[in-house]
């Protein structure tokens, strides 16, 4: 008699919620802090940033898992850049939002959760396909 267990990978966290809206994508993990002035290139979505270990990679419809921003307060009108030049993140998830990253999602309607129950960073791998729920706060693995 042979048993087949099956187990699912669908994972629910609670975070909390910065920005409504809720939207799926792949995942694209920074466990760098970024600037987005300076930082992403707002008419591609691509990380400028010299010696960041994203450098070359573009956030364009993606999931975007960072630590948080740094820099200017102009990063919000970048991300608002982004998302009218098409080339912005789905979604945004941080260890905890900062002002200007958390206005930049506001302004553009970027779902964005931060202050997840578990470590995101230990929980999710580059690819991951997610669904981020800004409005209730919670991130799910799919």
Do not use: Q
């Given at each position: 008699?042979?048993?087949?267990?099956?187990?699912?990978?669908?994972?629910?966290?609670?975070?909390?919620?910065?920005?409504?809206?809720?939207?799926?994508?792949?995942?694209?993990?920074?466990?760098?802090?970024?600037?987005?002035?300076?930082?992403?290139?707002?008419?591609?979505?691509?990380?400028?940033?010299?010696?960041?270990?994203?450098?070359?990679?573009?956030?364009?419809?993606?999931?975007?898992?960072?630590?948080?921003?740094?820099?200017?307060?102009?990063?919000?009108?970048?991300?608002?850049?982004?998302?009218?030049?098409?080339?912005?993140?789905?979604?945004?998830?941080?260890?905890?939002?900062?002002?200007?990253?958390?206005?930049?999602?506001?302004?553009?309607?970027?779902?964005?959760?931060?202050?997840?129950?578990?470590?995101?960073?230990?929980?999710?791998?580059?690819?991951?396909?997610v669904e981020v729920?800004?409005?209730?706060?919670?991130?799910?693995?799919?």
């Amino acid at each position: 008699m042979s048993m087949s267990i099956s187990m699912s990978t669908s994972m629910e966290i609670a975070g909390h919620p910065v920005s409504k809206g809720v939207a799926s994508g792949k995942i694209l993990i920074s466990d760098t802090p970024i600037s987005f002035l300076g930082g992403i290139d707002p008419n591609t979505g691509e990380i400028i940033e010299k010696n960041h270990p994203k450098n070359g990679v573009s956030i364009a419809n993606r999931v975007f898992l960072f630590p948080h921003g740094k820099g200017s307060t102009v990063g919000s009108y970048i991300i608002y850049s982004l998302k009218k030049n098409g080339v912005a993140p789905c979604a945004m998830i941080n260890l905890a939002s900062e002002t200007i990253v958390a206005v930049g999602a506001i302004i553009s309607d970027i779902p964005l959760v931060d202050r997840l129950k578990d470590d995101p960073f230990t929980v999710f791998h580059d690819g991951d396909l997610v669904e981020v729920d800004g409005t209730r706060g919670y991130v799910t693995r799919k």
